[in-house]
């Protein structure tokens, strides 16, 4: 079974293609710029893209949305977390994290159009943000947060963790897996 994803994220990309393997999926990239609105929920943007992808005239195709939520911050940067932490870095996160509650989770969304039906799959992993934030990280392409988060039950940052282990904690996989059973109920 073949199926799309519409994404630019590299790292999501990959993600998808280690976990949907397992299920006899193959994955193929669809890097495609959607818009996305920056306020409101995670599941409402990644309808969003799902409805832009569908105009597009694709089938038989997947999109993400996903972000992090500091817990000192309410509900932010969520919806913004690509845009937030292209201007302000780890330096900008150190800042606005320094004597804050480092309470922090990710929320993430998969929705799917095959052969024009909808499914809609969505998780989280809570943790918290490592403290302090070292100055020399070298972050996975796509997913800049994964080297200073530590899941809820670890001493580790997922970015120090194997592909395998990193899948344990991981709300895209458990998403991903979600969406991989519905699919084959599908077909
Ligand atoms: O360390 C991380 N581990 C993760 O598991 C993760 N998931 C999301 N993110 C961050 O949140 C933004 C979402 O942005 P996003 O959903 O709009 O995607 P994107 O713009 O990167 O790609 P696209 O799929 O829209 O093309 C991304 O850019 C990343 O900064 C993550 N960081």
Not at 11 to 33: C, M, N, Q, T
Not at 59 to 69: H, L, N, P
Not at 171 to 180: F, K, P, T
């Amino acid at each position: 079974m073949k199926l799309q994803f519409a994404t630019q994220n590299e790292g999501k990309l990959a993600e998808a293609k280690r976990v949907l393997s397992r299920f006899g999926i193959e994955v193929i990239g669809l890097p495609v710029d959607l818009w996305e609105p920056s306020s409101g929920e995670i599941e409402t943007v990644t309808l969003e893209k799902l409805r832009q992808i569908r105009r597009m005239g694709y089938d038989r195709v997947m999109v993400d949305d996903a972000g992090i939520f500091f817990a000192a911050y309410d509900h932010f940067p969520g919806v913004l977390t690509k845009r937030v932490f292209d201007r302000i870095g780890y330096r900008g996160v150190r800042k606005l994290l320094e004597g804050e509650d480092r309470t922090a989770w990710f929320e993430g969304c998969i929705a799917v159009s095959w052969d024009g039906e909808t499914g809609v799959f969505a998780a989280r992993t809570s943790g918290r943000i490592l403290d302090p934030i070292p100055d020399d990280i070298r972050p996975e392409p796509g997913l800049p947060f994964n080297p200073i988060f530590i899941p809820d039950g670890e001493t580790r940052v997922l970015g120090a963790m194997t592909p395998e282990e990193q899948m344990k904690y991981s709300y895209r996989c458990r998403a991903l897996e979600q969406m991989a059973e519905w699919l084959l109920n599908q077909a």
